[in-house]
T-cell receptor, first 112, second 112 residues
Framework: DADVTQTPRNRITKTGKRIMLECSQT?????MYWYRQDPGLGLRLIYY???????NKGEISDGYSVSRQAQAKFSLSLESAIPNQTALYFC???????????FGSGTRLTVV | AQSVAQPEDQVNVAEGNPLTVKCTYS??????LFWYVQYPNRGLQFLLK??????LVKGSYGFEAEFNKSQTSFHLKKPSALVSDSALYFC??????????FGRGTSLIVHP
C-alpha cells in the first residue's frame, strides 16, 4: 500500500458542484499539504496543516477549503467548482519542513 | 521572501552523456534546497536535499547536486544519463520559517 493515498485518482465534475478530494497517510507525519500542478506553473500551495488543530492558507487558497479530520487524513474541498480549477492535485506529507516531502499519486480533476 | 527559477523548460541529452538541470534561487537567509522527480502519471519523488555541509550532495538514482552560494544555484547533475531518467524535474527552496516554493519544472528527455 502507498504511504500517501489520494482518492479519487480521476474525477470529472460539472461547474458549480461541490467536490471533495481525500488524502490519507501511513507515514505518521504531522505535516500535510495540498498542492495543485498546472503545466508550466509548477506546484502551487493551496493549504497546509502542521497538526490536527492547525490549518493555514497557501498562495492560492481562494475557492478551496480543507479539513484535517485526524493526523492521517487531510481533505480538500471545492465548494463550487469552476473550470479554471481543472488541474492535477497532490497531497504531500513531511516529518519536518526541512525534510523531503512524500507525495501521493495525485488526483486529476476536470471541471466542465 | 523566497523564489526559485528553473530557466530551461526542457533539456535534451543523449544516453550516456552527462546531464545538468539548472536551478537558481533567492532567499533572505540560508537556503534549504531540494530536487524532486516526477515520472508520467506519478506523484513527485524526493531525490536529494541540501541543508548544510558539503556543497556536493548525492541522492537517489545516481543523481547529485552542487550548491553554489555565490551563484545562488543548485544544479542537478548525473555523469551518465539513462533513457529511464526521462521525467519532469522540480527544484524547491525554503527559507527558514517558510514552506518550500517549487520551480516550474524542467522536462528532461534522454535520447537513445
Amino acid at each position: 500500500d502507498a504511504d500517501v493515498t489520494q482518492t479519487p485518482r480521476n474525477r470529472i465534475t460539472k461547474t458549480g458542484k461541490r467536490i471533495m478530494l481525500e488524502c490519507s497517510q501511513t507515514k505518521g507525519h504531522d505535516r500535510m499539504y495540498w498542492y495543485r500542478q498546472d503545466p508550466g506553473l509548477g506546484l502551487r500551495l493551496i493549504y497546509y496543516s502542521f497538526d490536527v488543530k492547525d490549518i493555514n492558507k497557501g498562495e492560492i487558497s481562494d475557492g478551496y477549503s480543507v479539513s484535517r479530520q485526524a493526523q492521517a487524513k487531510f481533505s480538500l474541498s471545492l465548494e463550487s467548482a469552476i473550470p479554471n480549477q481543472t488541474a492535477l492535485y497532490f497531497c504531500a506529507t513531511s516529518e519536518q519542513t526541512n525534510y523531503g516531502y512524500t507525495f501521493g499519486s495525485g488526483t486529476r480533476l476536470t471541471v466542465v | 521572501a523566497q523564489s526559485v527559477a528553473q530557466p530551461e523548460d526542457q533539456v535534451n541529452v543523449a544516453e550516456g552523456n552527462p546531464l545538468t538541470v539548472k536551478c537558481t534561487y533567492s532567499v533572505s537567509g540560508n537556503p534549504y534546497l531540494f530536487w524532486y522527480v516526477q515520472y508520467p502519471n506519478r506523484g513527485l519523488q524526493f531525490l536529494l536535499k541540501y541543508i548544510t555541509g558539503d556543497n556536493l550532495v548525492k541522492g537517489s538514482y545516481g543523481f547529485e547536486a552542487e550548491f553554489n552560494k555565490s551563484q545562488t544555484s543548485f544544479h542537478l547533475k548525473k555523469p551518465s544519463a539513462l533513457v529511464s531518467d526521462s521525467a519532469l524535474y522540480f527544484c524547491a527552496v525554503r527559507d527558514i520559517g517558510y514552506i518550500p516554493t517549487f520551480g516550474r519544472g524542467t522536462s528532461l528527455i534522454v535520447h537513445p
